[in-house]
């Protein structure tokens, strides 16, 4: 685990460019990848096994935190999900593109696997 046990945060407007991107993923000690997200209905409430950092680079959408409250996503956002928050990504109208880092190495889509949030480890 490389990042501090808790909620999922959103910080808004923190980077300009992918190489502001690279360099937080490096400090973090996270493996780097790609995901494009195009049209999707708002996913259920979940949690991954792994940390996580998701930074917006494309279009706009939002995520729920823990509480059932929508927060906006737009370009220039990073997303903080330790293992264990519960969160959901949401309504995407269009095309969405992030820069994933993961804390281990793998297929994103199988690492990132939605999990019960009756059965995180995290409390609240």
Same mark, same amino acid.
């Given at each position: 685990?490389?990042? =501090? ?5 959103? %910080? ?14 490096? =400090? ?16 259920? $409430? ?7 950092? /998701? ?12 509480? /059932? @409250?929508?927060?906006?996503?737009? $370009? ?16 995407? @109208?269009?095309?969405? %593109?992030?820069?994933? /880092? &993961?804390? @281990? ?6 690492? &990132? *696997? ?5 059965? *995180?480890?995290?409390?609240?």
């Amino acid at each position: 685990m490389v990042l =501090k046990p808790g909620p999922m945060k959103v %910080i808004h407007n923190f980077f300009k460019t992918k190489d502001e991107v690279l360099d937080d993923i490096k =400090k973090l000690d996270l493996w780097p990848s790609v995901y494009v997200s195009d049209r999707m209905d708002e996913l259920p $409430p979940h949690w991954h096994d792994l940390d996580n950092c /998701g930074y917006v680079m494309q279009g706009s959408s939002y995520v729920i935190d823990e509480k /059932g @409250e929508r927060i906006p996503l737009n $370009p220039g956002d990073k997303l903080h999900i330790p293992a264990g928050a519960i969160h959901a990504e949401g309504k995407v @109208e269009d095309q969405m %593109i992030y820069i994933v /880092g &993961l804390s @281990e190495p793998g297929n994103l889509l199988e690492k &990132l *696997s939605l999990l019960d949030p009756k059965d *995180s480890p995290l409390k609240y």
